[in-house]
């Protein structure tokens, strides 16, 4: 029988040079330089999630009805 190996992935390539040393902001989307803990735009944090977490989801829930 023939050989059962799954087919190779092609290796990551990696991000352009000119991405590195930045960070984008998850908020306004301003490119950051690296060494900014904060975004210069908005002041949001670096880091920082645009999700909502399941507390801030529930109390809106709760405050609707």
Do not use: H, I
Request: include cysteine; aromatic fraction near 10%; charged fraction near 30%.
């Amino acid at each position: 029988m023939g050989d059962k190996r799954s087919p190779t992935r092609p290796k990551r390539q990696p991000k352009p040079s000119s991405d590195e040393g930045f960070w984008d902001c998850s908020v306004c989307t301003y490119k950051n330089t690296a060494e900014a803990f904060k975004c210069m735009m908005c002041d949001v944090r670096k880091g920082t999630s645009t999700r909502e977490n399941a507390f801030s989801l529930k109390t809106r829930w709760s405050n609707l009805c």
